[in-house]
């Protein structure tokens, strides 16, 4: 019988789980009695190493279950464990050598990691000829960290971890564990302490809530998306509607549970395309604890939400998307995270990923917890899950949401509630030095990708380059655009005369930044009603209002955003509890507001005018700005040089106007390519016919006018005829 030579402490520290290099003691060693093999494995009957040279059975030396015994070399083996009701035979995962080599070493000691998902995480492997899977955790300030899951019985001293010192991360190799096992980590904190257990921030598949594990994902065989064909113009220069999605309450089953990945592929795919948008936006799809929260508090930044199938079923739908030509942008949210105790919060029992002062660290509006984006590991771990949506789902933008909330310091704090930065201002230096960094390594590794801000602010830059002081952003969420807008469509007609500048304040600052317009999920929540019940007046005035508004938004420099609902001008608040009121489609009103929609689509996309210089102000042209007795707006919009205006005449009182004389760049016939208050919408059928006929008079500044007919509450968009 081997006599152990390990001093008793040794030993205990072993089975009490509170070693700190386990690899230093377990597996094979050289000892004065020749080679020593030591496994601890509590519960197990009897163990035995099984070489090519024969079999040599391990001797209890602890009855917490350490084994002893000694083989003849260093050559390969393997364990046969005998559990009293099983007997398993696996290699010793005290055997295998340091799997992460010095340049990922560097990288995650640098915070520069840009394969982050392939190097942290669980990964299935073929090492030495033997499959397992290699874990990977950053968690420098734990004591022990250990891997627990079905297949140790979710005994954390069965696979501890070995720590590589300097970069903070803990690795070990499980061989013959295969895709599908469940796992967690246990971590002992700086003191000794047990802290609850952690789901992998770098997961790459999770459990179905309220269960809350990670699953091990065979990530070299998730599909990868092809990308869409690469556009000849910049981003600002298409046409981009953008349809917003929250996918489990677009449309739900009989039951009225959500449909998942592929089930929603099949019906929302031909309606995008049915509806001319070219974008679809999810809310969230990273996986979170609490579905009321539409995804805005992820903890699992690098998986998507498993209430709708597994992670192949999403980069499914994304290729299916893209062989539709509809892009994929997802929201992401870098600004904050939940406080659940199997998450981010005091993850190796420090304040790792969040501030350890809460008035840096505390989201107070939300309950959440700040990611500290001062610390280099912190900003690699976001930079990564951005690029790991982008390049492993082939997803073609992100939203960045709550940015507004990551600039500033005092972001809804009180005086003495925040702490400035180190010149004393209310900027937030390292957020924007992350969203400068994220913004150049975005575009040097992808491409053609978007990153679009949700940002409230007058913060200068946000699309402007970061090597010119800017965030480097694509675009902007124009919010001001849309709260002005909205006010003034809620007033009654009557009283809109003494409001004019909630329509036009919006152009004053329209090519400060390349912006977007939202009529967002925000908008028809908390009791802000849906946009048709924001629209005064009896119903027919509602949906004429609503037509109105949409065919000005359509027609308003910036790029679109529609949240679900909104094209079929959905009545009662959005639930995310329940599917969009589909039924309603069977009523005329509804089906024309969504037609009017998809014509607008189909409009904005085939006039050049109305997109290819939205971010210019030469694109604009006011032509009629003064008119607030009447409440009549009208503007060009113009393309490259060639390229036919479009005049958009907007009458926002239900008050039919005869003969209104506007002017025109050009005379000859000019066709009305689009009346919202078309029969086809739902509307009076009132307008000019088809055609109106310049004739040559001086007027708003132009050689020629039109003399049109407005109806009332209608948004007109004419064109030069051809011919």
């Known amino acids: 019988m081997v006599t152990t030579m390990l001093h008793p402490d040794t030993i205990t520290a072993l089975v009490e789980a509170r070693h700190g290099d386990p690899f230093a003691v377990l597996g094979p060693h050289d000892t004065e009695q020749g080679c020593s093999l030591r496994a601890l494995l509590p519960g197990a009957q009897a163990v035995t190493a099984v070489t090519e040279a024969g079999e040599f059975p391990l001797a209890l030396q602890h009855p917490a279950g350490f084994f002893e015994g000694l083989l003849p070399d260093r050559k390969k083996y393997h364990l046969r464990i005998d559990w009293g009701d099983t007997v398993e035979e696996s290699e010793d995962p005290y055997a295998f050598p340091p799997l992460l080599g010095e340049l990922d070493l560097h990288l995650l000691r640098e915070g520069t990691h840009q394969d982050l998902g392939h190097c942290l995480g669980a990964h299935p492997l073929v090492v030495e000829g033997v499959r397992g899977v290699r874990f990977v955790l950053w968690a420098p300030n734990a004591r022990r960290v250990s891997v627990v899951g079905d297949f140790n019985r979710w005994d954390g001293r069965r696979h501890p971890m070995r720590l590589r010192h300097g970069a903070g991360v803990w690795e070990v190799f499980i061989p013959r564990l295969a895709p599908g096992a469940i796992y967690k980590y246990e971590l002992l904190d700086p003191n000794g302490s047990l802290l609850p257990l952690k789901a992998d921030p770098v997961a790459w598949r999770s459990e179905m809530p309220p269960a809350d594990g990670s699953i091990v994902m065979d990530t070299a065989a998730l599909p990868r998306p092809a990308a869409l064909p690469s556009p000849q113009a910049p981003a600002a220069a298409q046409p981009l509607s953008i349809y917003e999605v929250h996918a489990g309450s677009w449309i739900r089953d009989a039951k009225n549970s ?65 062989e539709a030509g509809i892009g994929v942008i997802l929201d992401w949210v870098p600004a ?17 990923y969040e501030h350890a002062d809460p008035r840096e660290g505390f989201h107070q509006d939300w309950n959440t917890l700040i990611y500290n984006l001062g610390r280099r590991e912190v900003r690699n771990f976001l930079i990564g899950s951005a690029l790991h949506w982008l390049e492993a789902y082939g997803v073609d933008g992100l939203r960045v949401d709550a940015v507004a909330s990551m600039l ?59 090597g010119e002081g800017g965030l480097g952003f694509n675009f902007k969420w124009n919010m001001g655009w849309m709260h002005d807008t909205l006010h003034y469509m809620q007033r009654e007609p009557i009283h809109r005369r003494y409001h004019h500048g909630g329509i036009a304040f919006g152009l004053v600052y329209a090519f400060s930044e390349r912006f977007m317009l939202p009529l967002s999920h925000d908008e028809v929540v908390h009791g802000k009603g849906s946009l048709l019940g924001k629209m005064p007046g009896d119903d027919w005035q509602k949906f004429a209002n609503l037509r109105a508004y949409l065919g000005f938004m359509w027609t308003h420099p910036g790029k679109k955003l529609l949240f679900m609902g909104g094209e079929i001008a959905q009545r009662r608040e959005w639930n995310h509890d329940f599917a969009l009121d589909w039924h309603l489609l069977d009523q005329p009103p509804h089906a024309g507001v969504q037609r009017l929609v998809r014509d607008l689509n189909q409009l ?21 700005l003064d008119d607030a007795q009447n409440s009549v707006f009208a503007f060009l919009r113009q393309g490259r040089e060639g390229t036919p205006p479009a005049l958009v005449v907007c009458n926002f009182t239900p008050v039919l106007r005869q003969g209104y004389r506007i002017g025109v760049p050009r005379g000859g016939a000019w066709r009305e390519a689009f009346n919202s208050d078309a029969a086809i919408y739902g509307g009076a059928n009132n307008g000019n016919g088809g055609l109106a006929h310049a004739v040559e008079t001086a007027s708003h500044g132009f050689d020629a006018a039109l003399e049109l007919q407005l109806p009332g509450l209608s948004t007109l968009v004419l064109v030069p005829a051809e011919g």
């Open 258 to 322: 959500s449909l998942g990945w592929e089930d929603l592929g099949d019906r929302l795919i031909p309606y995008l395309r049915g509806m001319g948008f070219t974008h679809v936006e999810f809310l969230p799809v990273m996986a979170h604890p609490f579905g009321g929260s539409w995804g805005y508090q992820p903890l699992g930044q690098f998986a998507p939400h498993a209430a709708f199938g597994p992670p192949e079923h999403f980069a499914r739908l994304v290729e299916r998307l893209h």
């Open 336 to 352: 904050h995270f939940p406080t659940d105790a199997h998450g981010l919060a005091r993850f190796d029992g420090t304040a790792l």
């Open 408 to 466: 500033y310091r005092d972001y809804s704090r009180a005086a003495g509630e925040w702490v400035p930065n180190i010149h004393g201002g209310r900027e937030n230096l390292e957020a924007i030095s992350f969203l400068q960094e994220l913004s150049r390594i975005v575009a040097g590794r992808c491409p053609g990708k978007l990153l679009i801000a949700e940002e409230s602010t007058a913060f200068p830059g946000v699309t402007r380059p970061p």
């Open 604 to 624: 904005y996309r085939g006039l050049p005018a109305l997109h290819e210089r939205d971010a210019e102000a030469e694109g604009f042209r006011w032509v009629v």
